[in-house]
């Protein structure tokens, strides 16, 4: 007999529609899967030979063929695992379809059990705008597809909670199956490690003693979605003051915690109470190769800039990352988008993102401390810093140099403003922009809408040709002076910017460390 069914499968961050064609016929045993499966796909028979038996039900000795549809498409995952083996049941008439379809989704254990799987939100959003009115999820993917609006959704422990929920009351004719017992360790977790932040890591900016310089870069740097670079040496506060961002960014707007939510369900991040609408903070380690950081893989799986999209990018010792891997940060932060392209695919990943990055100016990392002596060879400080390239640094607005603190000033200090009230400015800022520029940041300016915000009177313009001229900028160098200085004048409520702004945006964008880059 043959028993149809709908699943779906992941391209890009888009769900799209999957047939699942299950035909038992007279023959020898076998079981063919066709519709070009990949590798993990090819193993289903396995899991769903093993989770059929080990559920209660019989496992037919009879030609089996599976066509996942359509078949020009290509395949991968185990999220068809479910689909599969009830498809299965269903053709072997060990239980009867009662009521509406099911879609279904899920990976199988060898057990019976349901495990759950990346993707679920998009997947989900398809079979709803296909016509699905009930969905069946593994039990762990539950709250991540609930937030579909528009479709049923029931979490399901093991393939015979499936069973029942496909069949219902009436729809068995076999005995009842009951799940065998199988010995399983407690506290496992399908979640992804991520390179975050959690709640208590994040740092409180009053805990931060001095570096007003550098604390002012960081509030104009969130407040207009700026790049910003913090170059210090051991021990300056770079790393502690880029884990502030997550304390002091404005929450997600509903669209954008839908954006993110996608993303995370594609790359298998598990979302917690505390994210719904926290913006995304990563910060891998230098060791990140090309692929995990744009994206790509046998999978065209979203890379870290695709999971930093609407948030911050925060990359600790900067020249330690492979020139590949900075070099390839160049289009999505000037385009907010990247495009991947394989042989077997291609997909556009959003990259909206914000890109915080500390560094020391050299190898040893006491270059240019007026007390310890640097131990580098001469000509290697200039080396380390040029690591960075020059493409790659005229795209961060902001360059701090960070000096070390005494130890006697840090206790003399006053305690500073908290995150609290930094936070609020950067709202307020934050709000003035968006509603002045159609709902976009000051960062994603461009030519005429970026002049008409700034709306620039005679001394002001007089005074941007003279920084050009002095700090020798290039042409983006210009716009992207002009959008801090843009995002200067919001942190006073300004309504133009002035010639003032300008040069506070230009002492924000330290000019020695330009020209090392660039050299």
Not at 66 to 88: E, F, T
Not at 458 to 475: D, F, P, S, Y
Request: with cysteine; charged share 25%; net charge positive.
């Amino acid at each position: 007999m043959l028993a149809i069914l709908d699943t779906a499968v992941v391209h890009g961050l888009r769900g799209e529609l999957v047939r699942v064609e299950v035909d038992i016929a007279q023959g020898l045993p076998s079981f063919h899967i066709v519709g070009l499966p990949d590798a993990a796909l090819s193993e289903a028979r396995e899991r769903v030979r093993g989770a059929i038996r080990n559920a209660g039900f019989s496992y037919p000795l009879s030609r089996i063929t599976v066509n996942l549809a359509p078949a020009d498409r290509r395949k991968h995952g185990a999220a068809y695992d479910v689909a599969i083996a009830v498809g299965i049941l269903l053709a072997h008439q060990q239980i009867r379809a009662s009521g509406g379809a099911w879609a279904l989704l899920g990976e199988l254990s060898l057990d019976g059990s349901v495990r759950p799987v990346p993707g679920v939100l998009p997947m989900v959003a398809t079979l709803r705008s296909s016509g699905h009115r009930r969905v069946c999820v593994p039990l762990a993917n539950t709250t991540e597809a609930a937030l579909v609006e528009g479709i049923e959704v029931v979490g399901a422990d093991g393939l015979d909670d499936v069973a029942r929920l496909v069949a219902g009351p009436r729809g068995r004719t076999a005995a009842r199956a009951r799940r065998r017992s199988a010995i399983r360790i407690a506290g496992s977790s399908e979640a992804r490690p991520e390179a975050g932040l959690h709640p208590g890591e994040v740092t409180e900016l009053a805990d931060l003693r001095g570096q007003e310089q550098a604390r002012w870069a960081l509030e104009v740097a969130i407040a207009g979605r700026h790049n910003l670079l913090l170059v210090g040496s051991p021990g300056a506060g770079k790393t502690m003051l880029a884990r502030a961002v997550p304390g002091v960014q404005p929450p997600l707007t509903e669209e954008e915690a839908r954006e993110v939510a996608v993303i995370r369900s594609v790359a298998g991040l598990a979302a917690t109470a505390h994210e719904r609408l926290a913006r995304p903070f990563r910060s891998p380690h230098h060791t990140t190769s090309y692929a995990a950081m744009v994206g790509g893989g046998p999978r065209l799986r979203p890379g870290l800039v695709t999971q930093a999209h609407h948030g911050a990018l925060f990359l600790d010792e900067l020249p330690e990352f492979d020139r590949g891997v900075l070099d390839a940060l160049r289009q999505p932060l000037e385009d907010g988008s990247v495009e991947i392209v394989r042989a077997h695919g291609a997909v556009t990943y959003p990259a909206r993102l914000q890109l915080i990055a500390a560094m020391n100016p050299c190898r040893c990392g006491w270059d240019g401390d007026p007390e310890r002596r640097c131990a580098c060879p001469s000509r290697e400080p200039e080396r380390y810093r040029r690591r960075v390239s020059g493409p790659l640094a005229d795209r961060i607005d902001l360059r701090v140099v960070m000096p070390r603190m005494e130890p006697g000033a840090l206790v003399e200090l006053a305690r500073p403003e908290a995150s609290a009230v930094v936070a609020a400015r950067i709202r307020h800022a934050w709000e003035r922009a968006l509603a002045r520029n159609d709902g976009r940041p000051n960062a994603a300016l461009r030519g005429a809408r970026l002049l008409a915000a700034c709306a620039l009177d005679t001394r002001a313009r007089r005074a941007l040709e003279e920084l050009g001229a002095r700090l020798e900028l290039t042409g983006r160098g210009v716009h992207r002076l002009l959008r801090v200085a843009r995002t200067v004048a919001d942190l006073h409520a300004g309504t133009a910017v002035t010639a003032e702004d300008l040069a506070a945006a230009a002492a924000l964008r330290d000019r020695t460390l330009e020209h090392e880059a660039e050299a």
